[in-house]
């Protein structure tokens, strides 16, 4: 069981930066792949970057490569995603989620990830 919390999200300009953070409840933590997903209105949920539980693999959508970092802090029980140079594409709803304990790899699918957060708005003016 892992319940999940997205802080970060705001209002920024075009080429500006964010820092999101998604505070994991539960002691089993840093056995469960972590993965950020976004979806904006009128479009579906889309895989944005995912890491492994033990952060030695990540993978990102093409859109955000070069842009996006994301990271974990096993110790603290939290993920972080770097974003850097945002674009007004980028403005979505942010979910932070988290796959079964001991999944290989980084899925990109919703599927396989059960449990998930609330979500927080990132909204990128030009």
């Known amino acids: 069981q892992v319940q999940l919390v997205e802080s970060g999200g705001g209002l920024v300009q075009a080429g500006g930066s964010l820092r999101l953070s998604c505070a994991a409840s539960g002691r089993s933590f840093r056995t469960h792949v972590m993965g950020w997903f976004r979806q904006a209105p009128g479009k579906e949920r889309e895989f944005v970057a995912g890491i492994s539980w033990n952060g030695g693999s990540t993978d990102f959508t093409d859109s955000v490569k070069g842009r996006f970092t994301i990271s974990r802090d096993n110790a603290k029980n939290t993920v972080y995603l770097q974003m850097n140079s945002l674009k007004p594409e980028d403005t979505a709803v942010y979910y932070c989620?988290?796959?079964?304990?001991?999944?290989?790899?980084?899925?990109?699918?919703?599927?396989?990830?059960?449990?998930w957060g609330q979500g927080t708005q990132v909204t990128v003016s030009s």
């Open positions: 989620a988290a796959t079964a304990a001991l999944r290989a790899g980084v899925p990109t699918n919703f599927y396989e990830y059960p449990y």
